[in-house]
């Protein structure tokens, strides 16, 4: 398994490699028994048993931190066993395929022949063993690359590559609470907090009776979605039934919205606070809905006493649902369940609150009380796989 950006960690690397290798480590111990080790940037995880490593590849491919992985064959250090293998594993492999090339890293230097040498002993195998069947070389854009890597004890050799997770190794850059509604955003956004190296806690609001309990389940399935790339997932819930009804009574109707925002980006910070958080991650992106204006997005931050990071403020719904679909969200964020914030939808939301106005309203009730009250009755627990 090939590392990403973590290669340019310096002096640092030592303690990203030790996150990452844990990481691997936990995803692979309910499968059985696999030797994991770093050596020259690159991650080997070692199994006497071959079925084994076919259960790992779909689980170290959701490890962040690895930008590619390969089914590479051990051989000892010399060119027969190589091209023995060559022969017997790899050659097949290449049936049918338009073109290849051999490519061959020599980080022992005493190794008899040079890298090109490597490469012509290597493709010349192929094209005999093949004959007719052999792919074309190619050497400037191949379709298939047939790696030989001679390293300080054994020599490895693999074709093709599988893509990674890429980012950051889970739990390298702080803990962050994700607003997790019931849509197809937040889900995607914690994801993407979580492939910058971030712990991923949940927090979800809740309007029942509005709300169904399936509705609350379906956000749970969403939380346990994330698991396959966190592992678990500390899961809050917070009721708001009696805070809304209150809203919506004393408040004009246009500023629901943006209130109900604020008390729960209020209440979001106690919860970060409670669970050690460094920051609030929601799923906005700017425009998208009238509570994602520059202007709605304002006065929300205005009661934050923690950074809120906003992963998808840029992108488009079409570039949010592919990753969604990525990511196995979809078809559950799709499921027809209410959640809290389109409950009491106003009819005309306010597009361009000023906080002078939206302070104005809140001094209708007392929110401070209505706010306790909801985080006096919070609901915690994990979610796993």
């Given at each position: 398994m090939k590392y990403g950006e973590l290669i340019l960690k310096g002096a640092n690397k030592s303690y990203f490699d030790?996150?990452?290798?844990?990481?691997?480590?936990?995803?692979?111990?309910?499968?059985?028994?696999?030797?994991?080790?770093?050596?020259?940037?690159?991650?080997?995880?070692?199994?006497?048993?071959d079925a084994l490593l076919d259960l790992a590849l779909p689980e170290l491919q959701r490890v962040f931190g690895v930008v590619s992985l390969s089914i590479a064959y051990r051989v000892e250090k010399n060119l027969d066993a190589i091209l023995d293998t060559v022969r017997e594993k790899i050659a097949p492999l290449l049936i049918g395929a338009e073109s290849f090339k051999a490519d061959a890293r020599r980080s022992d230097k005493k190794f008899a022949l040079k890298s090109p040498e490597i490469c012509r002993e290597v493709g010349a195998c192929i094209l005999r063993t093949l004959g007719k069947a052999?792919?074309?070389?190619?050497?400037?854009?191949?379709?298939?690359?047939?790696?030989?890597?001679?390293?300080?004890?054994?020599?490895?050799?693999?074709?093709?590559?599988?893509?990674?997770?890429?980012?950051?190794?889970?739990?390298?850059?702080?803990?962050?609470?994700?607003?997790?509604?019931?849509?197809?955003?937040?889900?995607?956004?914690?994801?993407?907090?979580?492939?910058?190296?971030?712990?991923?806690?949940?927090?979800?609001?809740?309007?029942?009776?509005?709300?169904?309990?399936?509705?609350?389940?379906?956000?749970?399935?969403?939380?346990?979605?994330?698991?396959?790339?966190?592992d678990t997932v500390n899961f809050a819930c917070i009721r708001l039934t009696e805070l809304q009804l209150a809203l919506q009574e004393a408040c004009r109707e246009e500023y629901f919205t943006i209130l109900l925002r604020r008390s729960m980006m209020r209440l979001a910070c106690r919860v970060a606070e409670r669970q050690k958080c460094g920051a609030i991650v929601t799923g906005e992106s700017l425009g998208q809905v009238a509570s994602q204006t520059m202007d709605a997005l304002r006065c929300t931050d205005a009661v934050a006493n923690l950074p809120v990071y906003r992963p998808l403020i840029g992108m488009d719904k079409e570039e949010i649902v592919r990753t969604s679909r990525e990511i196995d969200c979809f078809e559950t964020s799709i499921l027809p369940f209410e959640d809290c914030c389109t409950v009491f939808t106003p009819r005309h939301p306010k597009l361009n609150p000023t906080l002078e106005e939206v302070l104005e309203e809140e001094s209708k009730l007392n929110l401070k009380e209505l706010e306790d009250k909801a985080f006096s009755e919070i609901e915690f627990f994990r979610v796993n796989r």
């Open positions: 030790a996150i990452l290798l844990k990481q691997i480590r936990r995803k692979l111990k309910p499968l059985g028994e696999f030797r994991v080790f770093t050596s020259q940037s690159t991650v080997f995880v070692e199994s006497e048993d052999a792919p074309k070389v190619d050497v400037h854009n191949p379709r298939e690359v047939v790696w030989v890597e001679i390293r300080e004890d054994f020599a490895y050799v693999h074709a093709g590559k599988l893509p990674g997770a890429g980012g950051m190794p889970y739990g390298t850059s702080g803990r962050a609470l994700l607003l997790l509604s019931g849509g197809i955003d937040s889900p995607v956004a914690g994801y993407r907090m979580a492939k910058r190296g971030a712990f991923i806690d949940a927090l979800h609001f809740e309007s029942f009776p509005y709300t169904s309990e399936r509705a609350k389940e379906k956000v749970v399935d969403l939380a346990r979605k994330l698991c396959a790339y966190t």
